[in-house]
């Protein structure tokens, strides 16, 4: 079974998978691009795309609802950096995306899904997966994941809630990724509710091919290799921490502020004291570096 960081917008930059890899992930998959933004020469979104040399196996994800707009951008893309596949979001369910026909929306409209797939597979031989949900309203994966292999996708992942489950609500209905991977030709990657090692049981003796991992790696890029079996240090646990933390300290003092206390929040879940911990770094009153000396005394490192 292979291990892969879903795409988390806002999160899963190069910084934060690079620190998946070294925490274990066989892959890791872009956060969500908008193909109109690219399109329009958006100069931030164009650079979610850049995929550092050291990564070795990202998947960029598009989003968008005209096949001939995520053809261009694709296109666009394609000129500036060689991914290991290209991923389509179907599963978005925010109501913005969803109003451009694109992300989840795609669900409720299989047949403009086949379309987008097969106006990328006219335009790379790369691998090509979609991210899918259970259903919009109603379950119609069957239908969409048939939409999508049938105009040439290699891989599809599967989010087993409905668009009105949103991430959190409803159930993530594990039976639905096995049932699917049963009855599919292609790999399928669930994506859904896996923190820990007890979770992959449901998956023993299935066809399932991957599971991807998303909020159950934030504050945690190690938990890819505990999912395999292995078990890292406290001391590996500080030096991938301070590892992340320095990446943000290189992008200038306004994305290391913003970064490092997001990061810095997820790393202290379940610490004693946590919630000071947050109190003191989110407060306005403190800079960067004030920031930087409580996070050296919390953790016990040294930035
Ligand atoms: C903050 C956040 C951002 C997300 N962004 C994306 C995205 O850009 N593209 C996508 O396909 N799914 C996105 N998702 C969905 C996740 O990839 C994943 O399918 C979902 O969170 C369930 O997995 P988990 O329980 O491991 O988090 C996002 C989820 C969250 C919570």
Redesign the pocket.
Known sequence: MNFYL???????SKEFRLLCYEGGADGC?S??ISAKAVTLRNRKTIALSEIDESEPRTFL?F?GGDPDVIREAAEKILERVTPAGI?I?A??PVKKVVAAHAGSALMDDPERLGKIVKTLRGVTNLPLSV?IRKGFKTPNYERCAAEAVDNGADFL?I?PRLRTDM?TAGT?DFDVSIELAEKLPVPVIH?????EKSDLDRFKGTKIAGV??????LGKPWIFRELKGGTVTDDEKKEIMAKHFRYYLDLGTKTAHTMIRRHASWYSTGMKVSADFRNSIFNPANDIKEVIEIINIFFDIKL
């Open positions: 879903a795409p988390l917008a806002e999160i899963t998959f956060e969500m994800q989003f991923d979001n599963g978005c991210k992942t989010h991430f993530c994506s859904g509710d896996i923190k991807m991992i998303g909020r159950g790696a």
